[in-house]
């Protein structure tokens, strides 16, 4: 599932969540998951913010209503 599937999936399920897996994991399947945070916020007001987790070498969490709704790595 490319970034556009994706989008038309999350605007299908209407869900608060949505997190990202399998990006990046083969050079076939490279995508920028920069244009995703863009998308899921022009069209589902998700804002996306810089997240460093103890877990996380780098990513996304994206915040509704000052809750955290969705997590975005990036390795």
């Known amino acids: ?26 050079p076939v399947i490279e ?8 998308m899921l916020h022009d069209n589902r007001g998700l804002v996306p913010k810089l997240a460093n987790k103890l877990n996380y070498r780098g990513g996304f ?4 209503n000052g809750s955290i709704v969705s997590s975005i790595i990036i390795n």
């Not at 969490?61 to 509704?64: E, H, T, V, W």
């Open 61 to 64: 969490l994206c915040y509704k």
């Open 31 to 38: 995508q920028n998951p920069y244009e995703f945070t863009n």
């Open 1 to 26: 599932m490319g970034i556009r599937d994706a989008l038309h999936a999350a605007q299908l399920i209407q869900s608060e969540l949505y997190i990202p897996i399998h990006y990046n994991t083969f």
